[in-house]
């Protein structure tokens, strides 16, 4: 008598697949919300980083044209020993000369004038126009200077990033030679805001903002 083996094939059931599928799905899921959210975390570093570093090159920027600053400069009937003048450009420009400036006060042009090694003159300027903060830099023969001149420099994007928007804020000191008399020391208090381009048009976690305050002074003048 031959000993027969019986072999039985067997199939998944439709439950099954269908409980396989349903895990599946949902480990496809996590992985993609772990992956959404992952790119999302890269995707605001990076936005934080950029508005960071255009921020404090901003402020480095004005700083080192603040203290260099050092060529007497006439604006107008405004006689300044550490070339450094604050404006108020717009329909009536004028030099706001008083000592103490404020946001109140409408300053919104910073002005410096400095003297290289090699005998030649440097201008920076820094204006405000709307909701941008706007640079200008080259060079010039004297410091005398009509008002309307130096409210009329053509300024242009002070960051080459096309990704950040500039903003700036700022308040100080500074005399003018010709009204108070005595040793002076201008100082110059600012605040930079770099945030993301279209910033209220993106998500949360594509967009940054980044703030930097900073305070810097210049060396006493016997004026």
């Known amino acids: 008598m031959n000993n027969k083996q019986l072999i039985t094939n067997r199939a998944f059931t439709l439950i099954e697949i269908l409980i396989s599928t349903a895990i599946f799905a949902m480990v496809a899921l996590v992985a993609n919300v772990v992956v959404a959210q992952s790119v999302g975390y890269i995707t605001l570093l990076s936005e934080v980083r950029t508005t ?5 090159k901003v ?32 329909a009536s420009p004028q030099v706001i000369s008083s000592g103490d400036f404020t946001l109140n006060t409408g300053v919104d042009t910073l002005y410096f004038f400095s003297k290289t090694a090699g005998n030649t003159f440097r201008y920076s300027l820094y204006k405000i126009v709307g909701d941008d903060l706007l640079f200008g830099q080259g060079n010039a023969t004297s410091g005398d200077k009509p008002v309307s001149e130096i409210c009329n420099i053509p300024p242009s994007k002070i960051l080459s990033s096309d990704n950040t928007v500039a903003m700036g804020s700022w308040s100080g000191h500074n005399k003018d030679a010709n009204i108070l008399a005595g040793t002076k020391q201008s100082y110059l208090n600012f605040e930079i805001q770099v945030k993301s381009k279209d ?3 993106k998500l949360d976690a ?11 002074t210049a060396r006493s003048l016997s004026i």
């Open 206 to 216: 594509e967009r940054a903002f980044t703030s930097i305050r900073s305070s810097v």
């Open 59 to 90: 402020a480095e920027s004005i700083t080192a044209d603040f203290r260099a600053a050092n060529a007497p400069i006439t604006v107008g009937s405004n006689n300044f020993k550490n070339g450094f003048v604050s404006l108020k450009c717009g």
């Open 199 to 201: 910033y209220n048009k």
């Open 52 to 56: 960071s570093q255009d921020a404090a």
